[in-house]
Structure formats: C-alpha cells, structure tokens
C-alpha cells in the first residue's frame, strides 16, 4: 500500500483527503500535519475512531517518522513551496492542488525533482468533470474563438483567478492564439470591470460564501452563444482525482501539470 502524508490536515480539504485516502484499499494514511496541530487522532478527526496516526506540525519531522511515500498539499499559496522543497528534498512525491504557483515556481519544482529523481503531480483541479470542462472549451475554441470565463469560489479563496480559470485560459489560447475581443475604442468606468485578460480572454472572479468551485466557460457567435460550465457541489468531487493522482505519481517521471495526463 502507498503511504501517505497530508499537509494542511484541519482543512475542509484536508479532511477530505484523509477520509479519502483511509477509505482507499491502496493507499493509507501515514502521516499528516497541520500548523495549527494539537496532536489529534486523524480516525477522530474523520469519524473512524483511533488509527493510531497523529497530526504534528513539523513537517520535515513527521516525515523522518512516517516515511511516507506521497504528500498531498491543499494548503495555501504561502506555504505551498515550502512543503514542496520539504517533501523533494526528502525523496517525498508532492501531489499538489494548492493554486497560485508562478512559472518560476515551477522551474524550481523541475529542477529538484532532477536532482533529487522524485516525481511530482500538480494540478489545478482534480475533479474530472472540471478536466472534461477545460478539454471540452479547448475544443470548442476551434469553432468559437471569442471566449470569455467567469470563475465563482467561496470568499476564503485567497488567490484570483483561479488556477482553474487560468488552465483554461491556456489552453484555449493553445488553441486559437491571441485575439483581441470586445471594441476596440471600449471604456472601463471602473478599473478591473473587464476582468483580467490572458491571451485577449477576459477571465471574471467571484468570492462569495455558499460557492464551493464553479466555472462558465461562455462562448459567443453569429446569433449564438455556448455555455460549459461545471459545478464542484462538494469537495468530494475532488477525491476521486486525488486518489487517482496519489497512485499514478510513484509511476510518473518529473513534473506532471494537469490531472488530464494521468486519466487516459
């Protein structure tokens, strides 16, 4: 069985990592850590009872306890690079679903994995309808190039747009390459009114409680519009792809980006 670490363990996705992983017959929940650990139980925490795993908050030394073989990280943009340093340098695959990654960010990422011969997934959404989502809009920017992308999460959310968002701005732009929308001559009355733009695609983000991921993808033609949109009800949605992603990355070389690599 495949052992794994959680970062970020009393997070909403933290939790649902650990059932997650606890509830998966190839995989176990070796270790798990959190800043703000006071030494719970992780099968307390999610309902089990006692598994006999705690949750410390150092992670090179829960590592150098538990050995594990994966570490999955839905923390934050702050803390995220350093967990991924930890883990690579200490022969850890990361499994990352934490958002806000720079480019430079992850030409670190390649260059440790090189020399430490480790393998790393990272991805911006890891649920599967939200892959099929981006893979459907990338299509249907072939036909209607003139695209924009409304992205809604809950107001904890500390980065936008989403790296969701951002995914599908590039790979629509993969597609179509860089054109400039709307009129030429418009005016913003309020700065930031047209959103951000990646590639001439405006992309729009909402932060309001009661959302937990949701993205449109709105299309427009000669007399016509086309809308995707996918809709995350719960964090589960997420699990299916984490589980997939934290059996797959042992077996993977270097940096993966993107869930839709390991599905075929």
């Known amino acids: 069985m495949t052992s794994v670490l959680v970062c970020g363990a009393y997070g ?44 410390g908050n150092d992670l090179e030394e829960v590592i150098t306890i538990t050995k594990p073989q994966v570490m ?10 350093k967990n991924i340093r930890i883990a690579i340098k200490s022969g850890v695959c ?27 997934v990272i991805s911006p959404n890891f649920s599967v309808g939200a892959i099929l989502m981006m893979k459907l809009s990338q299509e249907a920017a072939k036909y209607f190039p003139q695209v924009e992308i409304i992205e809604l999460h809950h107001d904890q959310k500390l980065d936008a747009p989403s790296g969701t968002a951002l995914r599908t701005a590039e790979l629509i732009a993969a597609k179509r390459g ?6 030429p001559n418009e005016v913003e009355k309020l ?21 937990v991921a949701h993205q ?13 949109r996918h809709d995350s ?26 869930l839709e690599h390991l599905m075929d």
């Open 94 to 120: 990361p499994v990352v679903g934490t958002t806000g990654l720079t480019a430079e960010d992850y030409d670190e990422i390649r260059g440790l994995l090189q020399t430490h011969n480790v393998s790393a």
């Open 12 to 55: 909403k996705m933290g939790r649902e990592v650990l059932k997650a992983v606890h509830n998966d017959d190839q995989l176990r929940v070796g270790g798990a850590v959190d800043v703000k650990s006071s030494g719970s139980d992780v099968g307390e925490m999610i309902g089990v009872g006692k598994i006999g795993v705690t949750v």
């Open 216 to 228: 449109e993808v709105i299309f427009g033609g000669l007399g016509q519009t086309l809308v995707i």
């Open 178 to 183: 860089t054109i400039k929308q709307g009129h």
């Open 72 to 81: 999955v990280d839905f923390t934050n943009p702050e803390s995220v690079m």
């Open 233 to 258: 009800i719960s964090r589960e949605s997420f699990m299916p792809g984490v589980v997939l992603a934290c059996k797959k990355v042992l077996t993977t070389k270097g940096l993966v980006v993107g």
């Open 191 to 211: 700065a930031g009114a047209r959103g951000g733009d990646l590639a001439g695609i405006r992309l729009h983000s909402v932060r309001l409680p009661g959302y």
